[in-house]
């Protein structure tokens, strides 16, 4: 992969939501992208995930290499792989098909090839098994959008080379990301982790009737989801604790701790509670689709960004170290 000058190629191994994404980003920074996925109408699909991120991509300003009709869908994965200097797998989470793909992709890619899975809970240790070349193999876990969310969480596994995976954290790197580097193998890694702990307290509080989707989402949106733009749950509570800081914040508030205010421990997915998160889910979407709402979305993000980019803080000063590149 080129870190200088004119970018190489790339490829994409699935192309849905996630693997859309990522051919998006990769063509914005100058990549040529070959792209596979056995699905049915994946090349039309992917064409028109790429043509709706574009506008979005532009606002942010593009490189003179850019250019989406880089765009090459191959027939097969071997086709796909061939040349490319770095293969990004994102089939769905399913651990024996990803190692079946991964096992492909090893053996198709050119040895000095890094491969990148966005799987989203597998530790790479488990998915290097059985591979020719697992030395290579590191996960690269993106967040959707992923051809805007900077974040994306490189996990290596026990036989994952260390400058292998620093190679690849830099090559995240060039193409405007914010590779955060999970030292420590974990279902989940790190965000979704978290992210998962707020899930499964939304499901009992709708189970239980106690709130709906939307004002849930509300409790997040109008609050502390515009603080968690500029600094994440920890630094705001050390703030929270006055001169003192997380000492007395913890001093204070330690003894909630013992109170039932969260229940970590799932609910049974019954018909009812899913009835209720779709319903309270459409009830919010009104008459958009989801075009208009992922266009919102992005629009939003966009404009967040770039006023957090004025203060070099969070995404807004990896948009700004990007510029410099």
Known sequence: MAETGTPGRVTVIGTGVIGAGWAARFLAHGYEVTAWDPGKQAEAKLA????????????LGLPAPADQNRLQFENTLEAACAGSSFIQESAPENLSL?????????????????????????????????LKNPER?????????VYLLPLVEVVGGAKTDADLLSKAMSFYRSIG??????????????????????????????KD?????????????YGPGLRWAVMGTNLTYHLAGGEAGMRAMLKQFG?????????????ELTDDLIDRMVDGTKAQAGDR????????RDNCLIDIM????????????VLANNKTL
Request: glycine share 6%; hydrophobic share 40%; charged share 25%.
């Open 137 to 145: 193999l590191v996960v690269g876990h993106p967040f959707n959008p």
């Open 98 to 130: 990803k190692s079946e793909l991964l096992s492909q992709i090893d053996r198709a890619s050119p040895v000095d090839a890094i491969i990148g899975s966005s799987t989203s809970g597998f530790k790479p240790s488990d998915l290097q098994k059985g």
């Open 209 to 221: 009737g106690i709130a709906t989707t939307g004002e849930l989402d509300d409790a997040i949106t």
């Open 306 to 317: 770039r006023a957090l980019e004025k203060y070099k803080i969070g995404a807004g000063r």
């Open 177 to 206: 990301m914010y590779p955060l580097h999970v030292r420590n193998e974990i279902e989940g890694h790190l965000a979704d982790r978290l992210l998962e702990a707020q899930w499964r307290e939304i499901l009992h509080l709708v």
């Open 48 to 59: 028109a995930a790429v043509a709706r991120a574009w506008p979005s991509l532009e606002k």
């Open 289 to 296: 689709s989801i075009a208009e709402l992922e266009t919102l």
């Open 255 to 267: 003894p909630a701790l013992k109170l039932p205010w969260t229940k970590l421990e799932a609910p």
